[in-house]
Structures are given as C-alpha cells and as structure tokens.
C-alpha cells in the first residue's frame, strides 16, 4: 500500500476527473477524509499535507483523537458520520462542526433544546436518509422524509444545509443518489453527501457535494 499523503493524492485527483467528467456536478465537492479506526499518526500526514476536512463515526474516539490535532491545526473540520445518542449529544457539539447523522425526532429535539450559543462548534445539521429502508440502517425513511426535513427547519429552526445516504452494500448506488438529489432540490438543500471509496465517483455524476471516504486513502480498518 502506497503512503497514506500519496493515497490521499489519488483520491483527490479521482475527484477532480469525475468532476470533469460529471454532465452536472455540484457547484464544489469536497473530501470528508474518514479516520475512523486510524490514529493520529495516521491522520497527521493528511493535515501536514494540507487536508483539513475529516469524518469520524464515533465520538468518543473523535474525542480521543482530535482535540490535541487541533491545538495544532486550529482550522480542522470535523464531521459525524456515524449514530448520535442524544446523551452523547454536547460532547459531540463541541467536537464535530457538522452532524451529519441527524436521523429521528428525539435527536432533533435534543439539538433544538439547546439554545443557539450553546452548541459548541456546530453550525450545521445534514438529515440522514435511509433510501434502502434498511432494518438495521438509521435514517428517516424516504416517504417521511420530506414531512421531517420541514419540521427541524421550519418548526425546530435547526440549522439544517443538507442530506446524507448510505446505500446497500451491493446495491447500485445510482437509484439511492438520485433520491436523495431529488429531494434535497425539493427543499433547496446546498449539501449532498454521498459516496464512500466504492462509489464515490459515481456520487459525483449525481451532484454529491461531500464524499466521504475512508479505506482508498488510510487502507483497511484494524
Ligand atoms: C466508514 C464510513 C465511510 C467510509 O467508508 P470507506 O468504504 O472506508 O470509504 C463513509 N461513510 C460512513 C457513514 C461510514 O461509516
């Protein structure tokens, strides 16, 4: 396996080629670096590189892992892309600058319960959409979705800019990207994050404005 800055260089090259090669692309997609299950050691060679956007699925490793990071490289942002306890909640606020897992109406609540200047570093809240109406996958299902993303802007006023998918393993991912394009345009969302190492190319052809990748730039998880 090739260096983690080498690798990282790759991604962001491949990147910009279906960007290029994408009939519509999203105004700018960026790379959420995920790192979850890679240490410090692993991340630093990103940010000595320049990289400062990241994704981690858990908080309490995020909060193990980046406030010393930090300290260092005072513009890091970071993005939860993984289950929010609402216990969990104002540890996670002062960590990430954006959830993008709100998934239920407990959560929002939670969030909508803090005032405005208590919550840490988040600005912004992507809704998670389980467009395979997975069981076992969190998210709000795709025939609630619409009334849900209503509710935590209009009614709750969260801060809410985008969406965010996880297709079914072995799915094509096209049908799932598409839906959630379509109902982000329905509601003037800005942000679309979709696609992982799989397929992330293919979420840049459907507008993904966030990809979020993980194994094709830190290699396999421990
Ligand atoms: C782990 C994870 C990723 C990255 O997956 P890779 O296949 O390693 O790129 C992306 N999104 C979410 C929600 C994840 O949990």
Redesign the pocket.
């Known amino acids: 396996m090739a260096a983690i800055d080498d690798q990282l260089k790759t991604v962001l090259t491949r990147v910009t080629q279906a960007r290029e090669d994408a009939l519509q692309p999203a105004p700018q997609t960026r790379l959420v670096a ?1 790192s ?1 299950g890679h240490n410090a050691g692993a991340v630093l060679p990103c940010l000595q590189a320049g990289h400062r956007l990241f ?1 981690e ?1 858990r908080v309490q490793e995020a909060g193990a892992k980046w406030p010393a990071l930090r300290d260092t490289y005072p513009d890091i942002e970071l993005h939860l ?2 289950p929010l306890q609402s216990n969990k909640l104002r540890e996670a606020m002062d960590l990430f600058e954006v959830i993008e897992t709100l998934d239920r109406e407990k959560l929002a609540l939670a969030i909508a319960k803090t005032g405005e200047g208590e919550r840490g570093r988040l600005r912004a809240c992507f809704i998670q959409v389980n467009t395979g109406e997975e069981d076992q996958k969190a998210g709000i299902l795709p025939h609630e979705a619409d009334d849900f993303i209503r509710w935590c802007r209009d009614d709750l006023a969260l801060p809410v800019s985008g969406l965010m998918c ?1 297709p079914p393993a072995g799915d094509n991912p096209a049908p799932h990207f598409t839906l959630l394009r379509d109902m982000a345009a329905r509601h003037a969302l800005p942000n679309l994050s979709m696609g ?3 397929d992330f190319e293919i979420a840049i052809r459907f507008g993904a404005t966030h990809v ?5 730039i830190f290699g396999e ?1 421990g």
């Open positions: 995920v979850k994704g699925n892309i993984g996880i992982m190492s799989g979020r990748v993980g194994t094709a998880r």
